[in-house]
């Protein structure tokens, strides 16, 4: 056993959501955050994001050296994705496909290709705890392009769909949200859901990436595997908390980097 001085260091992927500005409508720091991030989940025009951002998106974070994936969402511009609907499996795979191949058209044309998707909102949540909605998402990934990797709640059924489809999956964490006890994302509505202190956030994000515990809201010690932390780019501090984030990884001797092919 490779005693401390040998031993790898802790390595992570750092992604976030962006490109979900519409039409004249801007939101977020989609240039200041692409600097400190790896992976890129760009919004594909269900719940944010229209042609000309998804165009812009893709350019930024390919200049920036960003992995480049799909933000698929259930069809809510107005409640931002974030409202859960009745769907079927078939509707969630159709859903997920047409997202996939309307981003890859502009990677196409950027001459980028796709790494990666990550279901957005509720399609996120629905599919973190639904088995046969978590099997046609991955379906809809596999079918499209079985390279991309499945990004998915640490510990969920989209998880283990990705696995069961063969997938190559990447568990998720997050830097700025809190965790139920059940490892599951506090409600949004839940008061202290979101981490808004940018020490606290950061030191929830050194936790997740050594892989020790967390404390959930009732105070439950959590340890949650992770390869991949999402940052959100719609802070009021995005830019700057991602470059402090950044940094303090960095620091802490942790790799920052987005996952390789075959890895």
Known sequence: MPDADTAAAPRIDLNCDLGESF?????????????????????????????????????????????IGAHASLPDLVGFGRREM?????????????????????????????RHLKPHG??????????????AIAAAVGDFDPALRLVGLAGSELIRAGERAGLGVLREAFVDRRYAADGSLA??????????DADAAIAQALALARGDSVTACDGTP???????????????????????????LDGAGIEVRAPEDGA
Not at 90 to 110: E, H, I, K, R, T
Not at 223 to 248: E, K, M, N, P, S
């Open 23 to 67: 039409g004249a409508w801007t939101m977020g720091a989609d240039a200041d955050v692409l600097p400190h991030v790896t992976s890129a989940n760009i919004a594909c025009g269900f719940h944010a994001g229209d042609p000309a951002t998804m165009r812009r998106t893709v350019a930024l974070a390919h200049a920036a050296g960003v992995a």
């Open 222 to 248: 959590l340890r949650i595997a992770a390869d991949t932390l999402c940052v959100h780019g719609d802070r009021d501090d995005a830019g700057r908390f991602a470059q402090r984030l950044r940094a303090a």
């Open 187 to 196: 409600a949004r509505g839940t008061p202290g859901a979101v981490i808004d």
């Open 122 to 135: 509720a399609l996120y949540n629905m599919a973190a705890r639904d088995a046969a909605l978590a099997d």
């Open 86 to 114: 009745r769907v079927s499996p078939d509707d969630a795979y159709a859903m997920v496909l047409y997202q996939l191949g309307a981003l890859a058209g502009f990677a196409q044309a950027a001459c980028v290709r796709l």
